[in-house]
């Protein structure tokens, strides 16, 4: 089994790569391509592969193309040349009982600030291009269209304003006409409005049932079954844990079921940590599994093994083979078939230990959770009377703590890591006059409230965040 992966090349370009075992990885598209979609800013899923046929999202023209594996073929564009990067596509799916390609489509030609999104078709028949058939559209937002096993039906996720997919969202059904066409829809989850929920990664079982993510009851996002006859969900594990991850991406692969069976691999992350395990939906017992990560993303499996991408505190982010007993309940190999740096291990005594922590925070009764790596180095020791910096990065889990930022973003989030630098200093672990804190995108607003409106932080770079620019000269 051959596993395809995206990798980054420099600042601006992913390029494809493909990782066979015992062999170096090799890129499978030309130099002049690079798959990576601008759909929803962030991106992700850029690419699908099926049968030695790969469609990509190329960066510089957003168009997606399709490349025979192997073959020396150039790739051929499938969607129209618009004269600008304006149209987006990600997150698609092959169809072959119709011979098209299934795919979320962001059109940015009306307008930037509101794009049109739908979820399209993409002939695949011939060698022409087309214009991209839109299957369905009404709503601000689309992601995750997959096909049942038997080709006649097609779950997918859509949300509107002013919510984000981890706010509410829904999961939609919908039957394939002789033609292609969808003309019965039914709302799987998220329709209720005595029930706020946000379903994701919606998955078809080996036998054609739907599975997916959601957040219901308890806030934390659980694996359920759609039961179709009734159009009833069941839950097939409950804990108090996270089985995906935020909708910042398209592509995101938190489960998968194992080969043919009826066997889950899943990924689930509590109190800051990731574990791994089988879950047997016919008997609803669950297996973990010992791997040495304790970061998990991504898994993609075969029929007694998966592979799953990770990283620990002595790991670098890697793409590992783990191969099960005939039991499906136990790891008998576990192989790393690649890395984001294969030299790691000689810089392994530099690696920090993490200490998990447990502090509380502004909120009555309400604790945070963080993970503390002291310095390291075999090459330096401080003095026995200093205590070292600090650095912050912010994190959090479940809707109940997602949900606190609700009309407070900026001040609880800010609370939070003034919270865990107090602390650390109050154990004894810190230098009270070198704490300093860094963040991206929501956690970039943080550092630069953390830095405007409290004194606890002496210094901070947000890497990209938030705020009003003609306000920098008087607060930054």
């Known amino acids: 089994m051959n596993i395809f992966a995206p990798y980054l090349t420099n600042f601006v370009f992913r390029r494809m790569v493909i990782v066979k075992e015992d062999d170096k990885p090799a890129d499978i598209i030309p130099q002049e391509f690079a798959a990576r979609t601008l759909a929803q800013e962030y991106g992700g899923g850029a690419f699908a592969v099926q049968d030695s046929v790969v469609v990509f999202s190329n960066y510089k023209d957003q168009r997606l193309y399709k490349q025979p594996i192997g073959t020396g073929s150039l790739p051929v564009p499938l969607t129209p040349d618009y004269g600008a990067p304006d149209v987006s596509y990600a997150d698609g799916v ?8 299934i795919t979320v489509m962001e059109d940015r030609r009306t307008s930037s600030l509101n794009p049109a999104t739908t979820i399209v078709s993409i002939n695949l028949s011939n060698g022409d291009v087309h214009e991209p058939k839109v299957l369905i559209s009404g709503n601000d937002f689309y992601a995750s269209p997959r096909i049942d096993p038997t080709k006649k039906r097609m779950a997918w996720i859509e949300w509107g304003h002013p919510n984000m997919p981890w706010d509410k969202s829904e999961l939609w059904v919908g039957y394939f006409s002789e033609s292609g066409d969808l003309t019965e829809r039914v709302c799987v989850a998220g329709s209720n409005p005595m029930l706020v929920e946000s379903p994701a990664e919606p998955k078809w079982s080996p036998k054609g049932e739907l599975f997916f993510v959601t957040d219901r009851g308890s806030g934390f996002w659980n694996i359920y079954k759609w039961v179709e006859h009734t159009n009833e969900v069941v839950p097939m594990y409950a804990l108090d844990a996270e089985f995906t991850r935020p909708l910042w991406v398209f592509g995101i692969n938190s489960y998968d079921f194992l080969g043919k069976s009826n066997h889950i691999v899943f990924t689930y992350r509590q109190l800051g940590k990731s574990y791994i395990g089988v879950l047997d939906c016919d008997s609803g017992s669950v297996s973990l599994l010992d791997i040495p990560f304790s970061d998990l993303s991504n898994v993609v499996t075969g029929n007694d093994y998966f592979y799953i991408e990770g990283a620990s505190g002595s790991i670098l982010t890697s793409i590992a083979k783990v191969t099960l007993d005939g039991n499906k309940t136990k790891v008998i190999s576990f192989s790393i078939v690649w890395s984001s740096s294969p030299d790691v291990m000689q810089y392994r005594s530099f690696f920090s230990t993490p200490e998990f922590i447990e502090f509380p925070t502004s909120s009555p009764e309400q604790k945070a959770y963080a993970y503390f790596y002291p310095p390291l180095n075999p090459m330096f020791e401080g003095l026995p009377d200093e205590k070292p910096p600090l650095l912050v990065k912010t994190h959090g889990y479940g809707r109940e703590y997602r949900e606190r930022l609700l009309k407070k973003w900026g001040i609880v989030d800010v609370d939070d890591c003034c919270s865990c630098a107090r602390f650390l200093v109050e154990n004894g672990k810190v230098d009270e006059q070198r704490l300093c ?25 947000s890497l990209y965040g938030i705020y009003p620019h003609n306000l920098g000269a008087s607060y930054w």
């Open 94 to 101: 092959f169809d072959p009982h119709f011979s098209r390609y």
């Open 437 to 461: 804190i860094t963040g991206r995108s929501a956690g970039g607003y943080t550092t630069l409230a953390s830095l405007a409106f409290r004194d606890t932080f002496k210094a901070g770079a």
